[in-house]
């Protein structure tokens, strides 16, 4: 049994998508020229003042409610002041003591079944600018500053400390991600920043209740960075534990070349935030009706659909999981079924020969040439017989590079499936009578030289063959 | 006839009655302003060429018989922590000398649909942070009654401008009593509208919770004028209330009668001068033979509203300072070795010490551990301050006290003792910490200097203080007096 416990409780942002910033109406489109995003009121001049945008505040309700919170009635936005000069204003506006969601939930798959990690709250906030250097920031002579994201609307959910490994933390990442996606308040795209990842990590002795010191690890920009610097942090404090030491509160920072989690500030040197109320923004008062309109218009989630493919399409749980993992991927498989009504057919293609596709090209499903329709047609196709599942994969890489439809392809190549018994008879005769080894064989009982047969007959005919045809001829006549 | 000691109103119909033209007018004005600018001192920045071209389109206006409004043409000026489109903005601070907004504020833009000249931008204390403007990085400016005192502050350039027939309307801010103090200090009217009832936006934050705009004017029909064109709705700033503004010249009512006026004793207890005391009295008196029923009441934690305010204020610009720290715009420091370096020059070469002041006692009262004891306390403060009020506002119409305990102090007098000097607002920051209207009406000198009177309404009660003011001003005559400078 493991000697150490290890607790995580995560803290995540969420870019929101909306079409302009949280105060201003600057715009919140990624990219651009540094500095031309921007407007007065972002950048936080003197005399100019924030209108909170209601859109907003609708995502992050919309967000909340997916993840089960209870949406406050009452919230506020408070001041988090300290100096940074990517800051405008040097304070962030931010909610402290009443955000507009608390006590949510959200459930993930883990070795020993399901398990429930509690949300403790939901807050809105704005995006800071960024800091450009030239070379690194220790040698470079001075700093250029981009508020093109300033303004730009998160969300920050703090998880309770649910999560017991790496690999917890990384299933609820993905779910916390999936459910985020699903209600289309974010892309959630870790490479761009609209998701990112703070943890709090501790250990303590196995069977212990009380939680040990924690460090906050922060730059953690990719799952791959989260499972690596947890695991590198577990590993960091259990030795340093054992060597008789002791776990310092601290801020450490993710170095990913190095593979290792380096000392950022202790606790002595945190900020003190002076948060208060902010004087320039009047409280929220959240309609009960305005929520439940809002709880209405939710799409059905990953854990419900997931559900539903198992009851409604006989999929093994599995499928379901990974078609589930984002909407785009289950609403692309659904598409497909509406036309083609074998849900396991389509799942393993889309599992398949698509994802394998996808991932080689690095695109995305929603990019894909083909259609859902397209591939459910591709798949008839094969069911009528007119062509056969080796052509099939051929075709379907054609149409993945072309976006042309299967059967214009498989006209263009004359790939249709010969199932001419009389056709395929002549064929049959010829390879038998050229090949009395393989022959030989198979009377003998060698059924393995049957397979060397069809692939004769198959050649011959530039894979055309109806195969099912090849092989009963093939065992008829030897 | 001397243009530059008229009122609004009076110009108005001199203007649509083709006596007077718009040039001529802003003329007289900037005439005026050579001549006593350099006793006065109430302008950081004077726009003359850009003044008469406004002048000439509402001259231009008039010829062609199309209807002014009430402040077409009118000479006005206002206080420069009001952003002002392409003209240099400084809150009275070397942090923003160079400082050229790319907006105006919202008030900027209203008076500028209005037809109204600006004509400059008046000296303040930093940052709206004083009571005497001896606070601006610039200059003091000077009571144009006693050039050896001060205007009051913050808004004493607008107040000693329209006092000495430099601008004839202005634009001032109070957060604590900086219009109605350099109101009573300079003999005009001076009014600070019910918190919301005009837009913040583009005035320089001070203490956003108590911030507010308001006009200086010769008379309180001059002053019902200036409320019409300001008050109201800005979708820009989410504290403005979301009401219709009246008509506020439908309150110029030559009648108390029946009006319930409340004198909360706090306001006239020891330290207030006896030659002020006398002069509040007696416009008690004169408000009571017009038929108003007068009578002492309390307020019971006024002796808490200088303490609450010097919590709450200065956390709130501890805040809204921070942003004054050389990366984007106004001064930067040179020669830093870092950031932080940067960050530190900037803001010590670039405040002054009342600022710093402020920031540090801010910066105490919201840190970890302090907080509970300063910031919040003072907050539930401020609730039993406004209860007060409203507890006073169940019987009272109207309460009236004195503006000051004192009349304008000397220049210098109380620059070594910054807590004499935070007492000149004794009587009008609960004003602020409660939200409600304030006002300044002159009533009388004493010692050769003016006196002012402080009337106190109900929230968007803006109207029972002008029909009050009115009154107390069409029977009597101080509001005519005019400094000899
Ligand atoms: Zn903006």
Request: charged fraction near 25%; glycine fraction near 8%.
């Amino acid at each position: 049994m493991a000697r150490y416990e290890t607790v995580i409780g995560l803290e995540v942002h969420i870019e929101l998508k909306t079409r302009s910033k949280i105060f201003c109406d600057s715009t919140t489109e990624f990219g651009g020229d540094p500095n031309t995003h921007i407007c007065p009121v972002c950048l936080g001049l003197p005399g100019t003042l924030p209108v909170v945008n209601k859109k907003v505040v609708e995502y992050a309700i919309r967000a909340a409610l997916a993840l089960n919170c209870q949406i406050a009635g009452f919230s506020k936005f408070d001041r988090k002041n300290y100096y940074y000069p990517d800051m405008p204003k040097n304070y962030q506006i931010s909610q402290y003591d009443l955000p507009i969601a608390e006590h949510g939930y959200l459930d993930i798959d883990t070795g020993g079944g399901v398990k429930r990690i509690g949300i403790t709250r939901l807050h809105m906030e704005e995006d800071t600018g960024k800091l450009v250097h030239q070379g690194t920031i220790t040698t470079t002579p001075f700093s250029l500053v981009d508020y093109n994201r300033a303004g730009v609307p998160l969300i920050e959910i703090v998880s309770e400390p649910d999560l017991r490994s790496p690999e917890e933390a990384c299933s609820y990442m993905e779910k916390l991600k999936a459910i985020v996606q699903y209600t289309g308040v974010s892309d959630c795209k870790m490479e761009e920043g609209s998701l990112r990842c703070d943890a709090n990590i501790s250990v303590r002795p196995a069977g212990s209740s009380k939680l040990g010191t924690k460090a906050e690890i922060k730059n953690l920009n990719s799952f791959r960075a989260l499972q690596r610097a947890l695991s590198y942090e577990v590993e960091r404090q259990i030795e340093a534990l054992e060597e008789g030491g002791r776990i310092v509160q601290e801020t450490r920072t993710w170095d990913e070349g190095k593979g290792v989690t380096l000392s950022m500030r202790s606790k002595e040197h945190a900020h003190d935030y002076r948060y208060f109320p902010d004087p320039d923004l009047v409280p929220l008062v959240i309609e009960k009706e305005w929520v439940e309109d809002i709880r209405r218009s939710l799409p059905e989630l990953p854990d419900a659909r997931r559900r539903r493919y198992v009851m409604e399409y006989g999929l093994p749980g599995y499928d379901a999981a990974v078609l589930t993992s984002t909407r785009e991927m289950a609403d692309y498989f659904e598409d497909c079924v509406a036309s083609y009504s074998n849900p396991k057919a389509v799942s393993n293609w889309i599992m398949g020969d698509l994802a394998r596709l996808l991932n080689a090209n690095n695109q995305e499903i929603t990019a894909c040439r083909i259609k859902p329709r397209q591939l459910a047609s591709l798949l008839e196709l094969m069911e009528k017989g007119t062509i056969s599942g080796k052509i099939a994969k051929t075709v379907f890489e054609e149409m993945f590079a072309s976006g042309k439809d299967a059967g214009v392809i498989v006209k263009e190549k004359g790939l249709v499936q010969i199932s001419d018994e009389g056709a395929i008879a002549a064929v049959v005769a010829e390879v038998i009578a050229s090949n009395p080894k393989s022959v030989e064989d198979i009377r003998a009982g060698k059924e393995k030289a049957l397979g060397f047969l069809v692939g004769q007959v198959m050649k011959a005919t530039r894979g055309k063959a109806n195969p099912e045809l090849v092989n009963r001829l093939l065992k008829e006549r030897i | 006839m001397q243009l530059f000691r008229q009122t609004a109103h009076e110009l108005h119909s001199l203007l649509i009655n083709k006596e007077i033209s718009a040039v001529e007018l802003n003329e007289a004005v900037f005439d005026r302003i050579a001549s006593v600018e350099e006793k006065v001192g109430a302008y950081l920045s004077r726009i003359r060429e850009r003044a008469l071209e406004r002048a000439r389109v509402i001259d231009e206006q008039i010829r062609k018989g199309e209807k002014i409004l009430p402040l077409s043409g009118i000479p006005v000026a206002i206080k420069d922590n009001m952003c002002t489109d392409g003209i240099t903005t400084t809150a009275g601070s070397k942090i923003l000398a160079n400082f050229v907004p790319p907006y105006s504020a919202t008030v900027v833009k209203k008076l500028d649909a209005a037809g109204a000249v600006m004509v400059g931008k008046t000296n303040l204390d930093e940052f709206a942070m004083g009571s005497s403007t001896e606070n601006s990085a610039f200059f003091t400016t000077r009571n144009p009654w006693d050039t050896s005192r001060v205007p009051g502050g913050s808004s004493g350039g607008s107040a000693a401008a329209v006092a000495a027939g430099e601008a004839v309307c202005s634009l001032g801010s109070d957060t604590g009593g900086s219009i109605r103090l350099p109101a009573s200090f300079c003999g005009v009217v001076g009014m600070k509208p019910t918190y919301g009832a005009v837009s913040r936006f583009g005035l320089i934050a001070y203490a956003s919770s108590l911030d507010q705009i308001g006009p200086f004017t010769r008379d309180v029909t001059d002053c019902a004028l200036m409320l019409n064109i300001i008050c109201g709705h800005d979708p820009l700033d989410s504290t403005s209330a979301d009401f219709q503004a009246p008509d506020y010249t439908q309150f110029l009512i030559n009648d108390v009668r029946g009006m319930k006026i409340g004198v909360p004793e706090e306001y006239m207890a020891e330290g207030i001068a006896p030659e002020v005391h006398g002069l509040i009295r007696k416009a008690l008196e004169l408000l009571e033979s017009l038929g108003a029923n007068v009578e002492y009441t309390t307020l019971p934690h006024t002796e808490y509203a200088l303490p609450t305010y010097y919590l709450i204020a200065p956390a709130e610009a501890s805040s809204n300072l921070a942003r004054y720290d050389g990366v984007r715009y106004g001064l930067r420091a040179e020669d830093s070795e870092d950031i932080i370096d940067m960050f530190m020059k900037t803001r010590s070469q670039g405040f002054g010490s009342e600022v710093k002041r402020r920031i540090m006692l801010g910066t105490y009262a919201l840190s970890a551990g302090y907080y509970d004891a300063y910031y919040l306390k003072a907050l539930k403060v401020r609730t039993l301050i406004k209860e007060d009020f409203d507890r006073a506002f169940e019987k009272y119409d109207l309460l009236v006290s004195p503006v000051s305990p004192t009349t304008a102090f000397r220049i210098g007098e109380k620059t070594d003792d910054p807590l004499q000097m935070y007492l000149s607002d004794v009587c009008t920051i609960s004003v602020n910490l409660a939200g409600i209207p304030g006002m300044s009406v002159p009533c009388g000198f004493a010692g050769g200097l003016p006196v002012g009177l402080q009337l106190m309404g109900r929230h968007f009660n803006e109207g029972t203080l002008l029909r009050a003011a009115y009154t107390f001003e069409q029977n009597t005559s101080y509001h005519k007096e005019f400094p000899a400078l």
